[in-house]
């Protein structure tokens, strides 16, 4: 049997991870104006059309939106355009973008919602390819890093029609922490991953020295994707190896093509978060508050722990400057190695440009300054591990510091690229514009065993699982109906190596 | 007597239809249209995106009335109703009583503050409401703890106990108001001469408010309640705003249930616009149902 390798982080392996960073800041050519509310945005490769216009830009916000807030302003300025931008939860993205797609007043640049096949969008003709504006696109793509752009994922019929700046080796469920309630609890989890039992006794022991005015856990409970997040990563972490991504990624072991919402990991993790509850040790309000509003009460010192995504960083960093907080890998469950989480290939915050866009000129220069070093430089030094620019030479010479660097040291460590079916058959896509994730879905079962509303978590998470496994093959049934050439057998990859990364040679090797 | 051909009766009240032409113009597009596509759509296997639209028959509907959460979210609006509709009533009949009296020289004022919150958004009212109905620093706990009613802050929306009553409390706050309006203009339709001879006949108090006053306006009471009981079914921004159908569907009514199902799929896949047509065909149906029997309940007690 092969032996499990245990994927720990210390504080050594972080303080390596930031002196290297700083090393490579320092021996680097940094540039001058790294970010002094000023961009040295060059001209443009090529005359952009002078009759201006208003270029309306749509995504999800967060730090994002704190870059593109200080960025657009110059931009504008420089192109003679005005640029209005929104940024938005995913929850409203995922209404307003299909609404506006539908009444043809979709912004020009912007993101999918969650889970909608890209496919579709280019099919249906949303979306125009980024090829005409940016100005030699082959060199251009040539300087990203391998896997970023594919066929099937972010590129159609020869020509790329969603960009991405940023990668998506991250993680939204790490355990972050008041260092204050934490050391009074007698807790370090620098010195190592925690297990579940600590995390339950230093859950306990913050909320019996909260005496009422502050808890040991906290969670956004009423956005439910972050119940299902919890569990999800909590169970690739405990060694209930499974893709991440959409619904036909999502949850499945790549080795033998099957759902694991019924996994022993799973229900540890989801039993994990009932005891937290039952304990008394989680805040008495978070059914009723979503996740950004958890993470507010945080710095407020509502909780002591909360299990999040790196965006909570610069959110923190601008909204609470004093308070001190840590980060760290999630937990494993009691006995366990920590075991590695998996990420697809390609970017993420892909962006497409709508095809009824008239402002393709301009998006286009944007995108492709963004791409380059300069322009990736400029994306971490305000993002950090929020976003992580996906260009590493990049992300090295921003000289991130703290708990980004950490975050982004402890992502490298933890996190693989695992198989993605797309990538393997496009008919794949096929599958995902026709698969409707069952009622009541994995992250409303847990939202309802958390509640009380429902019982027993095995039943639960057993039933959860059938009705996956029955949606997909539902799904797989109708895209063949349609002329799809897809089986399950294109979900199974016996040759993947839950250890190492499934790069390009092992789609070969299939 | 000899009867003049269709033409020429409509050439003769050619200035009538012209003047209905406009409206029935706006009728037709923002009426008529979106009820006949929805029934159309209904029949269709249409993420409502696509250009692919299958056509499937009725079943759509089979699933729906085949769909326990369809049925949970059904009876929880008509639970809803039952809850919030009675209570108006009889609150908003109350306070109108009292500031019927022209001798209460501040009914003006109390008159404005009740109405005041009808005429707030409500997309503001549900969102303001999270933060009081919150468990920590909330007013509504607050409140409860430092009188000791509680020891401990309760999760009023967050609770799949408290979560219903909750909202419905303040669907009744947010629409009293309209209520009180609507009997104020009911109980100023009884000529003061009824009450001066009531008083001359000796009746009343109870006697004057059972056997005469309520009597003149127990038509108006049976539109106020028609009115109340549609409103009432129709509170999906309050929902959304305040708990988005949550938790675990525990205030999930109807009009979230087609929300859900034809635009937002928290899970992340394709919406199904055929889908929540026929949900929403189905429950106009039933609401549609209900006013009629209302109608022909207004009908009979007039006949009284």
């Given at each position: 049997?092969?032996?499990?390798?245990?994927?720990?982080?210390?504080?050594?392996?972080?303080?390596?991870?930031?002196?290297?960073?700083?090393?490579?800041?320092?021996?680097?050519?940094?540039?001058?104006?790294?970010?002094?509310?000023?961009?040295?945005?060059?001209?443009?490769?090529?005359?952009?059309?002078?009759?201006?216009?208003?270029?309306?830009?749509?995504?999800?916000?967060?730090?994002?939106?704190v870059f593109w807030k200080k960025l657009f302003p110059e931009y504008a300025a420089s192109r003679g355009i005005t640029i209005e931008y929104d940024g938005l939860p995913w929850k409203e993205i995922n209404k307003i973008v299909p609404i506006a797609i539908r009444n043809g007043t979709v912004h020009d640049v912007f993101q999918l919602p969650i889970g909608m096949d890209p496919g579709v969008a280019v099919s249906e003709g949303w979306v125009q390819p980024w090829d005409d504006y940016i100005e030699n696109i082959d060199e251009w793509l040539g300087a990203f890093p391998s896997g970023v752009y594919l066929p099937g994922v972010n590129q159609f019929n020869g020509k790329t029609y969603g960009t991405c700046l940023t990668a998506n080796k991250r993680t939204g469920t790490c355990l972050l922490y008041s260092e204050k309630y934490m050391s009074e609890a007698g807790y370090d989890p620098q010195a190592g991953r925690m297990t579940y039992s600590e995390i339950r006794d230093a859950a306990k022991k913050i909320t019996k020295n909260g005496n009422g005015q502050y808890y040991g856990w906290i969670i956004g409970g009423n956005q439910v994707n972050r119940w299902e997040d919890v569990v999800?990563?909590?169970?690739?972490?405990?060694?209930?190896?499974?893709?991440?991504?959409?619904?036909?990624?999502?949850?499945?072991?790549?080795?033998?093509?099957?759902?694991?919402?019924?996994?022993?990991?799973?229900?540890?993790?989801?039993?994990?978060?009932?005891?937290?509850?039952?304990?008394?040790?989680?805040?008495?309000?978070?059914?009723?508050?979503?996740?950004?509003?958890?993470?507010?009460?945080?710095?407020?010192?509502?909780?002591?722990?909360?299990?999040?995504?790196?965006?909570?960083?610069?959110?923190?960093?601008?909204?609470?400057?004093?308070?001190?907080?840590?980060?760290?890998?999630?937990?494993?469950?009691?006995?366990?190695?920590?075991?590695?989480?998996?990420?697809a290939e390609g970017g993420s915050n892909t962006f497409w440009l709508s095809a009824n866009s008239t402002m393709g000129p301009f998006a286009g220069d944007l995108i492709r300054f963004m791409g380059t070093e300069q322009g990736q430089i400029y994306w971490a030094q305000t993002v950090g591990a929020a976003?992580?620019?996906?260009?590493?030479?990049?992300?090295?010479?921003?000289?991130?510091?703290?708990?980004?660097?950490?975050?982004?040291?402890?992502?490298?460590?933890?996190?693989?690229?695992?198989?993605?079916?797309?990538?393997?058959?496009?008919?794949?896509?096929?599958?995902?514009?026709?698969?409707?994730?069952?009622?009541?879905?994995?992250?409303?079962?847990?939202?309802?065993?958390?509640?009380?509303?429902?019982?027993?978590?095995?039943?639960?998470?057993?039933?959860?699982?059938?009705?996956?496994?029955?949606?997909?093959d539902k799904a797989v049934e109708e895209a063949r109906a349609d002329g799809a050439n897809v089986t399950r057998d294109d979900w199974v990859?016996?040759?993947?190596?839950?250890?190492?990364?499934y790069g390009a040679e092992k789609y070969q090797e299939l | 007597m000899h009867k003049k051909p269709l033409s020429k009766q409509i050439y003769d009240a050619r200035w009538c239809y012209l003047f209905v032409l406009p409206c029935s113009i706006l009728t037709g597009m923002f009426v008529i249209y979106p009820i006949g596509m929805s029934w159309y759509f209904s029949l269709l296997d249409w993420s409502g995106f696509t250009k692919e639209a299958k056509f499937i028959g009725l079943q759509n509907y089979y699933e729906a009335v085949n769909d326990e959460f369809f049925w949970d979210a059904f009876i929880r609006s008509f639970i809803f109703m039952f809850g919030t509709v009675p209570v108006k009533i009889v609150l908003g009949f109350i306070i109108a009583v009292f500031l019927n009296n022209q001798v209460l020289k501040l009914a003006p004022f109390f008159r404005t503050v009740i109405f005041m919150p009808v005429v707030t958004a409500i997309a503001i009212i549900g969102i303001v409401m999270t933060f009081v109905f919150s468990p920590f620093n909330g007013p509504a706990?607050?409140?409860?703890?430092?009188?000791?009613?509680?020891?401990?802050?309760?999760?009023?929306?967050?609770?799949?106990?408290?979560?219903?009553?909750?909202?419905?409390?303040?669907?009744?706050?947010?629409?009293?108001?309209?209520t009180m309006m609507y009997w104020l203009a009911a109980l100023q339709t009884v000529p003061q001469d009824v009450y001066d001879a009531a008083k001359i006949d000796g009746a009343e108090g109870y006697r004057l408010w059972v056997h005469i006053i309520l009597p003149i306006v127990l038509p108006f009471a049976i539109v106020i309640i028609l009115v109340e009981a549609v409103g009432a079914l129709n509170v999906f921004p309050l929902i959304e705003t305040m708990t988005a159908g949550g938790p675990f569907f525990s205030s999930e009514v109807m009009e979230i249930y087609i929300f859900r199902t034809a635009f937002v799929t928290d899970s992340g896949t394709m919406p199904r616009l055929g889908y929540a047509c026929a949900a929403g065909v189905f429950w106009g149906v039933a609401v549609l149902f209900i006013t009629v029997l209302q109608g022909l309940w207004m009908r009979r007690t007039r006949r009284i």
């Open positions: 049997m092969k032996k499990k390798k245990e994927l720990k982080i210390s504080r050594r392996t972080v303080m390596k991870g930031a002196l290297a960073a700083g090393a490579m800041m320092s021996a680097g050519s940094i540039p001058s104006k790294l970010f002094a509310g000023e961009f040295n945005i060059p001209d443009p490769l090529k005359p952009l059309p002078t009759t201006g216009g208003n270029m309306r830009w749509i995504d999800s916000g967060d730090m994002k939106g999800h990563t909590f169970g690739q972490v405990g060694g209930a190896h499974s893709g991440r991504g959409g619904f036909t990624n999502r949850h499945i072991n790549f080795q033998n093509g099957k759902f694991q919402i019924a996994s022993d990991q799973y229900m540890e993790a989801v039993e994990l978060l009932l005891q937290l509850k039952s304990d008394g040790s989680a805040f008495p309000g978070v059914m009723s508050m979503n996740a950004p509003q958890a993470r507010a009460l945080m710095p407020q010192g509502a909780a002591g722990m909360i299990f999040q995504g790196p965006w909570c960083i610069g959110v923190w960093g601008r909204d609470a400057p004093d308070w001190k907080y840590g980060i760290a890998s999630e937990p494993v469950p009691d006995g366990k190695e920590a075991q590695p989480l998996y990420i976003d992580p620019a996906v260009n590493p030479d990049a992300v090295a010479k921003a000289g991130l510091t703290g708990p980004s660097a950490q975050a982004l040291s402890m992502f490298a460590e933890n996190i693989l690229v695992g198989p993605n079916p797309i990538v393997r058959n496009k008919d794949v896509g096929i599958v995902a514009a026709k698969s409707r994730v069952p009622d009541p879905s994995l992250a409303l079962v847990i939202q309802g065993l958390y509640t009380g509303q429902l019982k027993g978590v095995e039943a639960q998470l057993k039933d959860c699982n059938q009705r996956y496994e029955d949606a997909l990859f016996p040759n993947w190596d839950v250890y190492s990364n | 706990n607050k409140f409860l703890m430092s009188t000791n009613l509680t020891s401990a802050p309760i999760d009023f929306l967050g609770n799949p106990d408290t979560v219903l009553p909750t909202v419905m409390g303040v669907y009744v706050w947010k629409w009293l108001g309209i």
